[in-house]
């Protein structure tokens, strides 16, 4: 059983990102530039911008942070966005989600400009990913075949069972696993609430793609020998043991999976730390102008 | 074992197409027009674009018929298309696939008006598509749906095969199938050319969508016994019994799988009068300006 260490390779590739960001700065370019707009002070929000403040700077790029209360209102949010969209520094920005009830989120990803939508939710991006088209992917999904690449997991031909379909793992990890290419070219299955015989499905499964937010959801008995596992589900858990007052946890149960397995990633330090460092990937790919002018 | 009859539904949806144009027009509106852009000469190109001539008669719609020969340039469809996106009379438009080679038929796709772009076929309606909101489907993942519903067929926890995994139909069909909302809530499988075990995948489909273009793949031990069965495939057989010189072949061996299924399409008369009544649906929805302004 080998663990997929998401951290080990998240460090490897921001480093070759920042590698490439000398080298654009060398020959006279521009140096990426990431904004993120963060609303209210949801506790897993403000982790994973920080987070991706620290990155950002792990990679050389410039970061801004723009804050907002709760009580910010849609038009302002809007009037942010449009500012971004039009501000020639700015490559990339992301709008950190969840956000405050009386905004819709979907208006709120449309108005981003598509060329500068890093986190890949735009209906463009997710359009252009499922024809196959260069673009944006979003980060976990990214992250996972990033993950597949490294360790020189085959895809071809495997049975890959996605649990969940949400818009940013479920459904787009689905889509990604069945494109003509590595990694992809696998037979795909999506399971959610209404699937009927999830274990017999997962037992079938050379690869389980775990995105459901249950937490210990998968248990050994729904694994077959050798199988691949990838633990998207990081719920928070109350722990008193902790100085946080709670821990993170997969949707898989790790202890009695792991041994049955050829590979698994762990929670954390599995798919998490991948998901920031896609987002990275993104930030470079709009600063270098990779896929759209 | 119910046959399918996708001649007798779309004839059906077109008169209440028809009804609703006469509503419209008598409220003082504007009665819908389709333009279609053909190039060329191909045999089913024509045929299709006869059809949608006829099924826009039928359901009361402008038509707009714009031929070219091959030698088409590429600046010239694009200023084509430019001008139909701009023409206030036009709500939608197509352009008839394929296209001649030394024109990027992707390129032509992404030039249309999204608002206008009633094959479904730009990157911003499949965007839409997969993240289910409300947009214009391509017109043979749609018309299967439609079957769905005007036959009642449930599809909640159903696990569905679909073999293929092309733009055009198997991949917005898996998307369709797996959203949540009636029809969809399926467990869905995608198999294509590197599926190993396509036999077993699909013995345990409680529904079929075959859309591979292989005639005759799907046979009757490859099928469950009360499966529902849907047929995509139209490959062109050469027929000498036939004036036109072939015939119509679907993926399915019809005469021995249908005695196994509790519903099936046949070919020609199943999913393909579907297709045509899907695009009169969407340019109805396009004179309504229902998805867009």
Redesign the interface.
């Known amino acids: 059983m080998t663990l997929i260490d998401g951290k080990a390779v998240a460090t490897a590739i921001k480093q070759e990102i920042a590698q490439e960001v000398e080298q654009i700065l060398r020959a006279g370019g521009k140096r990426p530039h990431l904004a993120a707009i963060l609303v209210g002070h949801d506790g897993g929000s403000e982790t994973y911008v920080h987070n991706k403040v620290l990155s950002c700077e792990q990679c050389g790029f410039t970061s801004t942070l723009i804050r907002y209360e709760d009580d910010v209102t849609e038009a302002e949010l809007l009037a942010q966005v449009d500012k971004l969209n039009n501000d020639p520094d700015v490559d990339g920005f992301i709008v950190q989600l969840p956000l405050p009830k009386h905004i819709s989120e ?1 208006k709120i990803i449309e108005a981003i400009d598509y060329r500068k939508d890093v986190d890949g939710f ?7 990913m ?4 260069p673009c944006y992917i979003s980060a976990t999904p990214n992250g996972i075949l990033q993950l597949f690449k490294y360790y020189n997991i085959e895809t ?2 495997k ?1 890959c069972v996605v649990l969940g ?1 949400s ?1 940013i793992v479920g ?2 990890m ?2 990604l696993m ?1 494109q ?1 290419r590595y990694p992809g ?8 609430s ?4 999830i274990k017999e ?1 997962c037992l079938k499964a050379d690869i389980i793609i775990a995105a459901l937010g249950q937490p210990h959801f998968v248990t050994a008995d729904m694994v077959k020998e050798g199988a691949v596992i990838i633990d998207v589900g990081t719920t928070r858990v109350p722990d008193a043991t902790r100085k946080s007052g709670f821990r993170l946890c997969g949707d898989v149960d790790f202890d009695n999976v792991a041994p049955k397995c050829s590979f698994i990633t762990p929670v954390p330090g599995g798919v998490g730390p991948m998901t920031i460092c896609s987002l990275m990937k993104n930030t470079l790919s709009a600063g270098k102008k990779e896929f759209y002018k």
């Open positions: 979907q735009h209906p463009i991006n997710v359009g252009r499922a024809i196959g088209l071809s031909g049975h379909r818009n459904k787009p689905a889509q069945m003509k070219d696998a037979t795909v299955t999506v399971c959610h209404h699937t009927t015989n499905e």
